[in-house]
């Protein structure tokens, strides 16, 4: 069997210090592995990196530039579309595999050769870096529930860590470079529609060396809100609200009050007097604790509402817009 490990890059040339030595100890048996670095654009030492690690380790690594798209879609076409493996391994560029991960999905695919087969392993938060206030965002999958589960859904296609063959991805849908967010969800949909199975291989680990930064959390968050609603545009909306608990009709009176309900509160809560209260507490110190966990979770989901809502009113807007001009 040949193992083609698929990374999407953008300007993380400091994190290829830890995953590349750990991407080349990983542990061979009877099978070979490659890996296939696409860069998303970079303009930081990334291009003059790779390009030495692959002339240092040609029979490993390759390397590919693209146009800056966005968004993670567009590269990791291009290194499925390139990869030479039966199976493909798509990691993200901030998780350094343990010695094993290639071994434990190898494994899994050769007791599951059947081609519509997949499986999502594991990352976790190396402890040196569980007291970064960030981590709050890198530590909390389900993993639990994922254990008593005994087929996954296209909700738990985390691409930081997931496995399946080439040639059905290839066959049977790429994915949506018009996603820029949850595109791993929206390309799961339409493979688990394809006839995907998902399953949960706890061994096949890495470790997610997150590089989030308070700086940037309220612009990322109020993007990923507006993406979560554009994500809809392209599977189902009402599994997509479910989900994520968003404030719906659609699922009866009672879950409209309660998740009406917990809106109200969380802006009830979310209020000057009580940031500037959490401040005070210490929220913005580099030590993750309690207060740094609500402040950060006030931060993140104000501006992850804020991005759902505006898109929300946006595209009901245009419509409404279009209609008159029309009269």
């Given at each position: 069997?040949r193992?083609?490990?698929v990374?999407?890059?953008f300007n993380r040339?400091?994190?290829?210090?830890?995953?590349i030595p750990?991407?080349?100890k990983?542990?061979?048996g009877d099978?070979?592995y490659?890996?296939i670095?696409v860069a998303?654009?970079s303009?930081?030492?990334t291009?003059s990196?790779l390009?030495?690690?692959v002339?240092s380790?040609?029979?490993?690594?390759?390397?590919?530039?693209i146009?800056?798209?966005?968004?993670?879609s567009a590269p990791?076409?291009v290194?499925?579309?390139?990869a030479?493996?039966d199976?493909?391994?798509?990691?993200?560029?901030?998780?350094?595999p343990?010695?094993?991960?290639v071994?434990?999905h190898?494994?899994?695919?050769r007791?599951h050769?059947e081609?519509?087969?997949a499986a999502v392993?594991q990352?976790?938060v190396?402890?040196?870096m569980?007291e970064?206030p960030?981590?709050i965002f890198h530590?909390h999958?389900?993993y639990d529930r994922l254990?008593?589960?005994?087929?996954l859904t296209y909700?738990?296609?985390w691409?930081?860590n997931?496995s399946?063959?080439r040639?059905?991805?290839?066959?049977r849908g790429?994915?949506?470079?018009?996603v820029?967010?949850?595109?791993d969800?929206?390309v799961?949909h339409?493979l688990e529609?394809?006839?995907?199975?998902?399953?949960?291989?706890p061994?096949a680990?890495?470790?997610h060396l997150?590089?989030?930064t308070?700086?940037?959390?309220?612009?990322?968050a109020?993007?990923i809100g507006g993406?979560?609603?554009?994500?809809?545009e392209?599977?189902?909306?009402?599994?997509?609200?479910?989900?994520?608990g968003?404030?719906?009709?659609?699922?009866?009176?009672?879950?409209?009050v309660k998740r009406l309900?917990?809106l109200?509160a969380?802006?009830l809560?979310?209020?000057p007097?009580?940031?500037?209260?959490l401040?005070l507490l210490?929220?913005t110190?580099?030590k993750?604790?309690?207060?740094?966990d609500?402040y950060?979770?006030?931060?993140?989901g104000?501006?992850?509402?804020a991005?759902y809502y505006k898109?929300?009113?946006?595209?009901?807007?245009?419509p409404?817009m279009?209609?008159?001009?029309?009269?």
């Open positions: 069997m193992v083609s490990i990374i999407p890059t040339a400091g994190m290829f210090a830890h995953t750990a991407l080349l990983q542990q061979a099978f070979t490659e890996v670095f998303n654009g303009s930081d030492a291009d990196i390009k030495g690690v002339a380790h040609p029979e490993t690594f390759r390397y590919f530039w146009e800056p798209t966005g968004g993670p990791r076409n290194g499925i579309r390139a030479t493996g199976v493909v391994i798509i990691l993200d560029d901030d998780v350094a343990d010695p094993d991960l071994l434990r190898v494994e899994f695919h007791q050769a081609p519509h087969q392993g990352v976790y190396p402890p040196h569980l970064d960030m981590s530590s999958y389900s254990r008593n589960a005994e087929l909700f738990d296609f691409t930081c997931v399946l063959k040639e059905f991805m290839l066959s790429m994915f949506n470079e018009h820029p967010y949850f595109e969800i929206e799961a339409r529609k394809a006839g995907m199975h998902l399953y949960f291989v061994l680990q890495g470790q997150h590089q989030s308070p700086a940037k959390l309220a612009d990322r109020f993007a993406g979560l609603y554009r994500v809809m392209h599977m189902p909306a009402a599994s997509v609200k479910k989900r994520f968003l404030v719906s009709t659609e699922f009866g009176p009672k879950w409209f309900l917990r109200v969380f802006f809560i979310d209020n007097a009580t940031r500037g209260l401040r210490g929220a110190g580099r993750r604790n309690r207060v740094t609500a950060y979770s006030l931060v993140f104000r501006s992850f509402l991005g898109t929300w009113f946006k595209n009901r807007r245009l409404a279009a209609r008159a001009s029309q009269t």
